[in-house]
């Protein structure tokens, strides 16, 4: 523990150094942005290893034949899914690009399972091909299409039913996935569900394995969990009497949530977990089913926290009685949550974290858009232009969102541990960006 006054939000390894600077993973801050340019996301291997454990520890205490499965949308990168292979983390993809990721660093693909709410033809096609465990399949169309597939390539594909449960996790609406309208899963309400029971289990080339429900991103509230699993047990239960459905594997999602401002601080991880295997032991006694192999699938929990962002400050403009802005050389380019969320972030001044913040700014971007803000209303010692500032709690949903927006190039990513800094992805260039306009035949 330091004095930072965001300790709980940065990573683990958050420290002041010798001259009262930033230090991350061991590493001068400063000293990584002269060396990798900025904005510079930084990421702390061992914060990423202590959760990726507090993960496994927790559920396999309460709920012993639990896997735990890094959704990997939150960051996907051949450096971070080879630390997820060697946490013993299982793996989602949603896309075939983030198969290709999993698949280049190696990453077995029996242990992963492709979820999204449209896979095509040529992606299911690539995943059973490369052996992939799993398929969430989400619509009825991809019923068909992917018994189409597994059958032209003589295989059985193990597969899970995503459900819709009607179930208010009250997270952001944009990012509620598992209520009534959304465009995902199959809703037990509507009697989709059991449609989907009935079909696939019918299929020649398809196994139905379990059931899985997602509700929605960050979830700081225990019940709506155990609200959703008992709602989904009862009607497992009812597919076993009705149609022979066999619920081997059960999934509750991912969801957890993270601190993004050291205020609003999440549960415990054992908390969740207790919550969850409570649920699901007290939900398989009252409905009379075998407990089956559970999978819980958190992707900004897992990496969230372990991600720093650093921007530069530039430009300096005072609205007397109304507004200071700072302007920094990121923004919504690479990070979009505060515009398309409204998220909250705080901001660390990297040179004197601990030094009084007696002036309130927003923090801006540098893209032509006035919604291009980082952080709205915080506070910090008397701004500089050549300042540096970090926004804790970076790692998930960010660069994986980014975008070339006004041409400008994405961040370089380094991974930091006990005074090393390894470059895992390098910053664009102008030719990354020409690329896929000249390189045409
Ligand atoms: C995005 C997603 C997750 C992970 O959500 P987090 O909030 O990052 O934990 C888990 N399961 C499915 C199906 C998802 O789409």
């Known amino acids: 523990m330091t004095d930072l006054p965001e300790a709980q939000i940065l990573p683990i390894t958050a420290d002041i150094g010798v001259d009262g600077r930033l230090m991350i993973g061991g590493c ?13 996301y930084i990421y702390d291997e061992a914060t990423l290893r202590d959760i990726c454990r507090d993960f496994v520890g927790s559920f396999t205490a309460e709920y012993p034949n639990s896997h735990i ?13 080879e630390i997820i292979d060697q946490e013993g983390l299982d793996m989602d993809v949603v896309t075939g690009g983030e198969l290709a990721v999993a698949i280049a660093a190696n990453f077995p693909p029996e242990r992963m399972n492709f979820h999204g709410n449209n896979k095509g033809r040529e992606e299911l096609v690539e995943a059973l091909q490369y052996g992939i465990g ?25 597969v899970m039913l995503r459900l819709s449960p009607s179930i208010d996790p009250h997270t952001h609406l944009l990012t509620s996935t598992g209520i009534l309208d959304s465009k995902f899963g199959f809703s037990i309400e509507t009697g989709d569900a059991e449609l989907a029971v009935e079909q696939a289990i019918d299929k020649e080339s398809l196994d139905v394995v379990g059931l899985h429900f997602h509700l929605g991103s960050p979830i700081f509230e225990l019940e709506p969990y155990s609200e959703a699993i008992d709602y989904v047990l009862q009607f497992a239960a009812n597919m076993r009497d009705r149609y022979g459905l066999e619920l081997k594997r059960f999934s509750p999602g991912g969801g957890f949530a993270i601190g993004y401002v050291s205020d609003t601080l999440p549960p415990a991880m054992s908390e969740y977990a207790k919550e969850i295997a409570v ?32 921007y530069t400050v530039g430009g300096i403009k005072t609205i007397p ?62 701004p500089a232009t050549g300042d540096l500032l970090a926004l804790p709690a970076s790692g998930a949903y960010c660069l994986m969102m980014a975008s070339n927006y006004n041409m400008q190039t994405r961040p370089a990513v380094v991974l930091v541990n006990e ?23």
Do not use: H
């Open 419 to 441: 005074g090393n800094a390894r470059l895992i992805r390098r910053r664009e260039t102008y030719s990354d960006l020409l690329a896929s306009s000249l390189d045409i035949d």
């Open 28 to 40: 001068d801050v400063r000293d990584l942005v002269g060396k990798f340019g900025s904005p510079l």
């Open 321 to 382: 009685d109304v507004r200071t802005y700072v302007s920094v050389d990121g923004g919504m380019g690479d990070n979009i949550r505060p515009a398309l969320y409204d998220s909250e972030y705080s901001v660390v001044p990297v040179d004197r974290p601990l030094a009084p913040r007696n002036q309130t700014v927003t923090v801006a971007g540098k893209f032509c858009e006035s919604g291009d803000v980082l952080a709205r209303d915080v506070d910090l010692p008397d």
């Open 134 to 158: 799993i398929v969430t399949l989400d619509s009825f169309a991809e019923i068909d299409l992917l018994n189409e597939v597994a059958g032209e390539l003589g295989v059985t594909q193990q």
């Open 69 to 81: 499965e890094y959704s990997s949308k939150a960051f996907a990168n051949p450096a971070i899914a």
């Open 279 to 310: 649920a699901i032991r007290k939900g398989c006694d009252a409905y009379g089913l075998d407990e089956p192999e559970v999978y819980l699938e958190p992707g900004r929990a897992i990496v969230g926290r372990a991600g720093v962002a650093v």
